[in-house]
């Protein structure tokens, strides 16, 4: 089955740029949505479907894709996005499950 | 307002059983399929089963083949997972989260954008 692969942490200072990377080999055939999860709270949805973002997200998320890599980035970091992102697709390989990456705890400086 | 609320998590004993429900409300919900995803603590998220909206195709992660069931009942507009033989390493917080994929510019997308917040699931002696 497909894994997807995030760099467990990064770190960004207040209103700087900082991109957050997953990778995997279901994602030449998905794009990958992105979740942001704060402590004790569900995830929620931030990126889908290349670089579409659910009402209620701010413009500055927004999400890339080239081969087996997806990004997420946030263009001026603010204090209440300090958050574990998590990337997700569904498996490419014909088995219908459905993958997670590990999960990036991004820290906002 | 697009809500799902979880509820049956508790403490049970490894090799007991439990059933989670998920109901959901303000969506049609017997037009959607469904997941369901959980949490252990401190760690990332896993995938556990994935429903279609008319329940005739089930999916199950290899952790939880053969001893978790996903069922749902549209004119309930409800979710259920039930939980047999459990072990210690299922102890997690349980999602249900309602899913959307397609095709767009010749890729497909797969997301889940709608959440409940989750019920907890202690296996322990």
């Known amino acids: 089955s497909s894994e997807l692969t995030q760099d467990p942490a990064v770190s960004v200072a207040l209103g700087q740029t900082v991109r957050i990377t997953c990778q995997g080999d279901s994602l030449r055939s998905y794009y990958a949505s992105w979740y942001q999860q704060k402590p004790g709270q569900a995830p929620i949805l931030v990126i889908y479907?290349?670089?579409n973002r659910p009402s209620g997200i701010p413009d500055r998320f927004s999400g890339s894709s080239s081969g087996n890599t997806a990004s997420l980035t946030i263009t001026g970091a603010q204090a209440e996005d300090e958050a574990d992102y998590y990337c997700n697709s569904r498996d490419s390989s014909g088995n219908h499950h459905v993958v997670f990456g590990g999960g990036t705890k991004l820290t906002v400086l | 307002e697009v809500q799902l609320v979880e509820s049956g998590g508790g403490l049970v004993q490894p090799g007991g059983s439990l059933r989670l429900s998920c109901a959901a409300s303000g969506f049609t919900f017997s037009s959607y399929e469904m997941n369901w995803v959980r949490q252990a603590p401190g760690k990332g998220l896993e995938w556990v089963s994935y429903i279609t909206s008319s329940g005739r195709t089930i999916y199950y992660a290899d952790s939880v083949k053969g001893r978790f069931t996903i069922s749902r009942d549209n004119a309930k507009t409800s979710l259920y997972l039930q939980m047999n033989s459990l072990r210690a390493e299922d102890t997690a917080v349980y999602y249900c989260?309602?899913?959307?994929?397609?095709?767009?510019?010749?890729?497909?997308?797969?997301?889940?954008?709608?959440w409940g917040k989750g019920t907890t699931v202690t296996v322990s002696s």
């Open positions: 989260a309602r899913v959307a994929y397609g095709v767009h510019l010749g890729y497909y997308y797969y997301y889940m954008d709608v």
């Open positions: 479907a290349k670089d």
